[in-house]
């Protein structure tokens, strides 16, 4: 489990074996530290000293972050220190047939994955995402052939493109001008963007507690401060974990228009009680049946064997 604690101006406590949630004195609520895994601070809260300890003697990270879901910083219980893990990602870095094998298996499985998600909607008579799913397999099919990451990524972008034509007009009860990062510039991207930071955040924690480098990437490479071998896993689930979220929180009726606010500098975001609906229905997504968050653990554990043994990685 992981607690989120959203509340401006709280106090967070240790009492016996759990944490205390307060607020101006209010006691707000109770979490016994059995089964938790992180303790998340969405904004201005404080943990006391007492709780810290509590929290890293049994292995619970603390991260700090944004409303936006940016981690401003973590408090993490010790990672592996396998240096010879780290030495072996590096050797696969540097080989450049490896990281070119890499990034087309990942954009081949990201696009496959998007496909099926376009087949299993059922659209409008008029909307003719056959032509697009059938562009899409056609792109597919010339991976191969790319010998460059610039070819490979270029093939990802054109799927994108008319992926993103089906996902708009899967929506029913929100509009969506297509994508755009920052700022948001409607409210189905400003919950594509919160929810792509959250799945982020998942696979570069998983992926530290196995002692890879979350920082070091094949198909996204090497950039001053972004997770890219992160960026790299989370590819495989963004049709299947956060844009079909999306699309069930939208078209269901869990968040409307009412449940966002304009923000000059980010675009879109969402207002406190939105904020809250939507984590509500985030671990109820990550921990449900489908089970997202343990199979992201099991693709970080069959990566990390993939790299100890210098071969392909393929059980995904």
Not at 11 to 37: A, S, T, W
Not at 140 to 149: A, N
Request: proline share 2%; glycine share 8%; charged share 25%.
């Amino acid at each position: 489990m992981i607690l989120y604690v959203q509340e401006q101006g709280a106090v967070i406590q240790k009492r016996q074996e759990g944490l205390e949630v307060r607020k101006q004195g209010e006691l707000l609520y109770r979490v016994p530290l059995v089964g938790l895994e992180r303790l998340v601070i969405m904004g201005l809260a404080q943990v006391t000293t007492q709780a810290l300890h509590q929290l890293s003697a049994k292995g619970i990270d603390v991260w700090y972050m944004t409303r936006t879901g940016k981690i401003s910083f973590a408090l993490r219980s010790p990672s592996s220190d396998n240096v010879f893990l780290r030495l072996a990602q590096a050797k696969c870095f540097f080989d450049k047939e490896y990281t070119l094998a890499f990034a087309r298996r990942i954009v081949r499985e990201k696009i496959g994955r998007q496909i099926a998600f376009v087949k299993e909607h059922k659209f409008t008579d008029t909307f003719d995402w056959r032509g697009r799913a059938e562009a899409m397999t056609a792109l597919q099919t010339h991976l191969d052939e790319q010998s460059t990451m610039d070819g490979i990524r270029g093939i990802e972008g054109s799927a994108g493109r008319a992926y993103f034509e089906c996902f708009g007009a899967m929506l029913t009860k929100l509009p969506f001008g297509g994508r755009s990062r920052r700022p948001a510039l409607d409210e189905v991207n400003a919950l594509l963007n919160l929810s792509y930071t959250l799945l982020c955040n998942e696979c570069a924690a998983a992926l530290e507690i196995r002692g890879l480098d979350p920082s070091l990437g094949f198909l996204h490479g090497v950039v001053y401060g972004r997770q890219s071998l992160a960026l790299d896993v989370m590819e495989l689930y963004r049709a299947d974990v956060t844009d079909r979220f999306v699309v069930r929180l939208v078209n269901w009726g869990m968040l409307g228009a009412q449940s966002f606010q304009a923000d000059r500098q980010i675009g879109f975001r969402l207002t406190s009680e939105g904020f809250r609906t939507f984590l509500e229905q985030y671990e109820k997504h990550m921990t449900g049946e489908a089970g997202w968050r343990a199979k992201i653990r099991a693709a970080s554990d069959s990566l990390r064997r993939a790299v100890l043994e210098q071969k392909p990685w393929e059980d995904f």
